[in-house]
Protein backbone atom coordinates (compact mmCIF):
# COMPACT_ATOMS: atom_id res chain seq x y z
CA UNK A 1 0.00 0.00 0.00
CA UNK A 2 1.15 3.62 -0.93
CA UNK A 3 1.20 5.87 1.75
CA UNK A 4 -0.27 9.35 0.87
CA UNK A 5 3.45 11.05 1.55
CA UNK A 6 4.41 8.38 -0.61
CA UNK A 7 2.12 9.35 -3.84
CA UNK A 8 3.07 13.11 -3.28
CA UNK A 9 6.82 12.35 -3.47
CA UNK A 10 6.65 10.31 -7.09
CA UNK A 11 4.09 13.42 -8.38
CA UNK A 12 6.55 16.03 -6.74
CA UNK A 13 9.01 17.52 -9.43
CA UNK A 14 13.01 17.26 -8.80
CA UNK A 15 14.53 20.39 -8.18
CA UNK A 16 18.14 21.05 -8.76
CA UNK A 17 20.12 23.57 -6.47
CA UNK A 18 24.16 24.29 -5.64
CA UNK A 19 25.24 24.42 -2.52
CA UNK A 20 28.74 25.02 -0.87
CA UNK A 21 30.06 22.73 2.17
CA UNK A 22 28.95 25.88 4.20
CA UNK A 23 25.63 25.48 3.89
CA UNK A 24 23.32 23.75 6.28
CA UNK A 25 22.14 21.05 3.64
CA UNK A 26 25.63 19.89 3.26
CA UNK A 27 25.74 18.11 6.48
CA UNK A 28 22.66 16.15 4.95
CA UNK A 29 24.86 15.64 1.53
CA UNK A 30 28.07 14.24 3.36
CA UNK A 31 25.51 11.73 5.67
CA UNK A 32 24.09 10.60 1.93
CA UNK A 33 27.75 10.26 0.90
CA UNK A 34 28.74 8.11 3.54
CA UNK A 35 25.24 6.23 3.66
CA UNK A 36 25.73 4.99 -0.29
CA UNK A 37 29.31 5.37 -0.86
CA UNK A 38 30.00 3.42 2.46
CA UNK A 39 26.88 1.17 3.61
CA UNK A 40 25.37 0.90 0.48
CA UNK A 41 28.21 0.56 -1.88
CA UNK A 42 30.98 0.08 -0.19
CA UNK A 43 33.48 1.72 -2.23
CA UNK A 44 35.23 3.62 1.09
CA UNK A 45 35.54 2.43 4.26
CA UNK A 46 33.26 3.16 6.85
CA UNK A 47 35.66 3.33 9.95
CA UNK A 48 36.99 6.31 7.71
CA UNK A 49 34.28 8.38 8.34
CA UNK A 50 33.19 7.92 12.61
CA UNK A 51 30.63 10.97 12.41
CA UNK A 52 28.72 8.95 9.79
CA UNK A 53 29.63 11.77 6.75
CA UNK A 54 31.57 11.40 3.73
CA UNK A 55 34.02 14.27 3.40
CA UNK A 56 37.10 15.41 1.85
CA UNK A 57 39.56 18.29 1.29
CA UNK A 58 38.33 18.78 -2.09
CA UNK A 59 34.58 19.75 -0.82
CA UNK A 60 36.14 23.31 0.09
CA UNK A 61 37.27 23.82 -3.55
CA UNK A 62 33.81 22.00 -5.14
CA UNK A 63 30.83 23.45 -6.40
CA UNK A 64 28.07 20.97 -5.07
CA UNK A 65 25.27 20.15 -6.99
CA UNK A 66 21.74 18.85 -5.50
CA UNK A 67 18.65 17.18 -6.43
CA UNK A 68 15.39 17.30 -3.98
CA UNK A 69 12.29 16.13 -4.73
CA UNK A 70 10.12 17.85 -2.01
CA UNK A 71 12.24 17.99 1.22
CA UNK A 72 13.80 14.44 0.42
CA UNK A 73 17.42 14.01 -1.41
CA UNK A 74 17.60 12.32 -4.19
CA UNK A 75 20.64 13.15 -6.33
CA UNK A 76 23.81 14.65 -5.98
CA UNK A 77 27.05 15.19 -7.90
CA UNK A 78 30.62 17.27 -7.00
CA UNK A 79 32.62 19.74 -9.46
CA UNK A 80 36.11 20.13 -8.11
CA UNK A 81 37.21 23.30 -9.62
CA UNK A 82 40.66 24.20 -10.42
CA UNK A 83 42.09 24.52 -6.86
CA UNK A 84 45.90 24.56 -5.23
CA UNK A 85 45.59 20.35 -4.44
CA UNK A 86 45.06 19.49 -7.61
CA UNK A 87 42.09 17.25 -8.67
CA UNK A 88 41.71 13.64 -6.83
CA UNK A 89 42.03 11.41 -10.20
CA UNK A 90 45.58 11.86 -10.37
CA UNK A 91 46.76 10.69 -6.84
CA UNK A 92 44.41 7.39 -8.08
CA UNK A 93 45.52 6.73 -11.85
CA UNK A 94 49.22 7.02 -13.62
CA UNK A 95 47.69 9.63 -16.18
CA UNK A 96 49.43 12.74 -17.77
CA UNK A 97 47.70 16.09 -16.09
CA UNK A 98 46.53 19.00 -18.75
CA UNK A 99 48.82 21.96 -19.30
CA UNK A 100 46.13 23.91 -18.83
CA UNK A 101 44.97 22.65 -15.28
CA UNK A 102 43.11 26.03 -14.75
CA UNK A 103 40.43 24.89 -17.57
CA UNK A 104 40.17 21.51 -16.09
CA UNK A 105 37.54 20.10 -13.55
CA UNK A 106 36.35 17.04 -12.02
CA UNK A 107 33.17 15.42 -10.88
CA UNK A 108 32.67 13.01 -8.45
CA UNK A 109 30.85 11.72 -5.82
CA UNK A 110 27.70 11.08 -8.74
CA UNK A 111 24.64 9.10 -6.86
CA UNK A 112 21.07 8.69 -6.33
CA UNK A 113 19.25 7.90 -3.62
CA UNK A 114 18.83 4.13 -3.02
CA UNK A 115 14.91 5.36 -3.52
CA UNK A 116 14.84 6.76 -6.35
CA UNK A 117 16.91 4.20 -8.22
CA UNK A 118 14.69 1.90 -8.58
CA UNK A 119 11.93 4.51 -9.99
CA UNK A 120 12.87 4.77 -13.38
CA UNK A 121 11.18 7.92 -14.57
CA UNK A 122 12.51 9.73 -11.79
CA UNK A 123 15.94 8.19 -11.44
CA UNK A 124 16.55 9.38 -15.09
CA UNK A 125 15.13 12.72 -14.46
CA UNK A 126 17.31 13.33 -11.11
CA UNK A 127 20.36 11.82 -13.56
CA UNK A 128 19.52 14.29 -16.43
CA UNK A 129 19.05 17.31 -14.01
CA UNK A 130 22.44 16.58 -12.37
CA UNK A 131 24.32 16.56 -15.84
CA UNK A 132 22.75 19.68 -16.89
CA UNK A 133 24.02 21.69 -14.09
CA UNK A 134 27.21 20.01 -14.41
CA UNK A 135 27.36 21.01 -17.88
CA UNK A 136 26.01 24.92 -16.43
CA UNK A 137 29.19 25.17 -13.94
CA UNK A 138 31.77 24.06 -16.26
CA UNK A 139 30.41 26.27 -19.23
CA UNK A 140 30.38 29.54 -16.26
CA UNK A 141 33.88 28.35 -14.99
CA UNK A 142 35.48 27.89 -18.41
CA UNK A 143 36.24 24.27 -18.24
CA UNK A 144 37.70 22.79 -21.38
CA UNK A 145 38.45 19.46 -19.23
CA UNK A 146 36.04 17.38 -17.40
CA UNK A 147 37.77 14.50 -15.85
CA UNK A 148 36.02 11.42 -13.79
CA UNK A 149 36.22 7.94 -12.48
CA UNK A 150 33.56 5.93 -14.02
CA UNK A 151 32.44 2.49 -13.61
CA UNK A 152 31.67 0.72 -17.06
CA UNK A 153 27.89 0.83 -17.03
CA UNK A 154 28.20 4.65 -16.14
CA UNK A 155 30.80 5.28 -19.25
CA UNK A 156 28.58 3.33 -21.32
CA UNK A 157 25.09 5.18 -20.31
CA UNK A 158 26.90 8.97 -21.04
CA UNK A 159 28.45 7.56 -24.14
CA UNK A 160 25.00 6.85 -25.49
CA UNK A 161 23.37 9.81 -24.41
CA UNK A 162 26.07 11.46 -26.58
CA UNK A 163 29.06 12.62 -24.24
CA UNK A 164 32.60 11.21 -25.36
CA UNK A 165 33.75 10.54 -23.08
CA UNK A 166 37.29 8.88 -23.17
CA UNK A 167 39.16 6.44 -20.93
CA UNK A 168 42.51 7.77 -20.60
CA UNK A 169 44.19 4.94 -18.39
CA UNK A 170 44.03 1.72 -16.94
CA UNK A 171 40.68 0.53 -15.01
CA UNK A 172 41.31 -0.45 -11.85
CA UNK A 173 39.14 -1.48 -8.64
CA UNK A 174 40.27 1.34 -6.51
CA UNK A 175 36.60 1.56 -5.00
CA UNK A 176 35.33 -1.91 -4.82
CA UNK A 177 34.21 -2.39 -8.26
CA UNK A 178 36.01 -1.90 -12.27
CA UNK A 179 36.55 2.14 -12.69
CA UNK A 180 38.15 4.09 -15.88
CA UNK A 181 39.78 6.86 -15.11
CA UNK A 182 37.99 9.15 -18.35
CA UNK A 183 38.28 12.78 -19.82
CA UNK A 184 35.39 14.61 -21.83
CA UNK A 185 36.88 17.61 -23.58
CA UNK A 186 35.25 20.72 -23.89
Not at 4 to 11: A, N, Q
Not at 57 to 69: M, R, T
Not at 70 to 96: E, M, Q, T
Not at 145 to 169: H, M, P, Q
Request: aromatic letters at 10%; one cysteine or more.
Amino acid sequence: MILFTEMWLLKTKPQVERILVNDALFSKVAEMRYKIYCEEMGFLEKKKYSDDKETDEYDGSSVHVVVKVGNRLGGYARVILPNGKGLPIFSHFDIPEEKDMAHSCEVSRLMISKYYRRKTETRREIFSLLVTEIQKIAGENDIHSVYAVVEDWLLESLNKRGYSFGVIGESTTIFNTVNYPVILKI
